[in-house]
């Protein structure tokens, strides 16, 4: 067994590559399912869209916690498969509104026990120290786009040409090959990390067993979910002093803790989330208001061949990240060996800069529709993305290998489930930035109007990311000193 690669790795792969085929195939239609299928408009559609992707990512942070003290690694990923699994049923039994929440929030529970679990698993493949490990973790990368590649391929076609209830069972069939896959793969993991404990489990709370108090509390969630998804504006609320809370909570944690190593590692996670959030709210765009410029204004077509909006949503960054995931791996891995790696707070900063190009192109891409009156070439949506994805696997995979890296022990699932934070409020961000750029349903034809609309929201994202990196590349220095001190080594 190769010291890099590890057998596990692969079976973690294929689990999160057919989880994330689901949560993609979800993710690329729904904005265009809420608005052309069920009549909603722009704004709601954006909103609801955003609060699926924030508590997608929100939850893991719950989730990682569960499995640290109660289920164990192994438990928790299959627990939220089934979950997963479940949700997509919801979604294609009907077309409804009513089912659209109750699928969307029995898969953002599923993904809560899964998401950070199944990334702490591919860690635990590693030993201490072993400098191969953020090699491993973007090939893990490319999994999770693999996954969205395939989803970017079907899914809007069977949508065509079936109904929506069909490209959903698709996606439950993806989640159940997920499943099986990692059930296989049990023997290859490094199970003496799991942590599941039957004790701890079966132990009474208030005189209830604390399994019943997991059951419940995940249906409780689930319930106030499917609220917070029927009242926009409840949730922008709700989302928004949520996260503070949870931003907070991580400093507390940090600033409490005796041990420098601990609280320097904590604090440097911290940092990191914070950028990450700023990436992921014009990153996710991609499945906002990204998927409604191509529709609108963009003539979708490549090589003769008329493609569907949810395509561009999905698939030319997940091509992107296949054809270039391994370079990069390679890349880490020889640098590594020759002590020459570039550190995380100088990839974050290159990831930042990569991401404000792409947001210039395609303000400078709508200004030219606006002004010319004449949709654009869909290349140049393909050049953006191109260019977005550079910045991604600079960021991304390299917070999953910090995470991994950084984070004390005790706290390992919960601070990998923060990282997700991010990703949580990066979405949510990004619906709500699509609200705010919300086209009259009246004018939804009218070319120039939408381009003008489209235009005021990148180039409002370009200068705010220039900021960002900015602000970053001032804050290298801290952020090394913060990794070096809590893992001598990481920040190289």
Known sequence: MSSRYPKGLFFLFATEMWERFSFYGISAVLVLYLTTGLGLPDREAALASGAYMAFTFMTPILGGLVADKVLGLRRSVLLGGILILAGNLILAWRESLAFVFAGLAMVALGTGFLKSTVSVMVGKLYPEGDPHRDSGYTLFYMGINLGALLAGVVMAWVAHEYGWHSCFYLSSAGMLLGLAAFQVGYPHYNNDADGFS?????????????????????????????????????????????????????????????????????????????????FESFFKQMYNSLTLFVDRDIDKTLFGVHLEASFFALVPNSLAVILLAGVFAWLWARLADVGRNPSIPVKIV???????????????????????????????????????????????????????????????????????????????????????????????????????VYNGLFLWCTGALAVVAVGMLLTVPVLKRLMAAATPGAAR
């Open 198 to 278: 039957r004790e701890r489990l079966l132990a009474r709370t208030g005189g209830v067993p604390n399994a019943v108090w997991l059951a419940l509390g995940t249906v409780a969630l689930g319930a106030v979910m499917v609220y917070l998804f029927r009242n926009s504006a409840i949730t922008r609320t709700a989302i928004s002093w949520l996260s503070l809370a949870i931003v907070a909570g991580i400093f507390a944690l940090a600033v409490t803790r005796t041990e420098r190593a601990e609280r320097d590692s904590i604090l440097a996670i911290l940092i990191i989330i914070v950028v990450a959030i700023c």
């Open 350 to 452: 290159i990831a930042v800069c990569f991401a404000g190009m792409s947001a210039g192109l395609l303000a400078w891409v709508a200004h030219g529709i606006a002004a010319g009156g004449a949709r654009a070439s869909a290349w140049w949506i393909m050049l953006a993305i191109g260019v977005l994805t550079l910045g991604e696997l600079n960021l991304l995979p390299m917070g999953l290998s910090a995470v991994s890296t950084l984070a004390p022990k005790r706290y390992a699932s919960f601070l990998m489930g923060s990282w997700f934070l991010g990703n949580s409020l990066g979405g949510y961000f990004s619906g709500f930035l699509t609200s705010l750029a919300a086209v009259d349903k009246a004018k939804v034809g009218d070319v120039v109007y939408t381009a003008t």
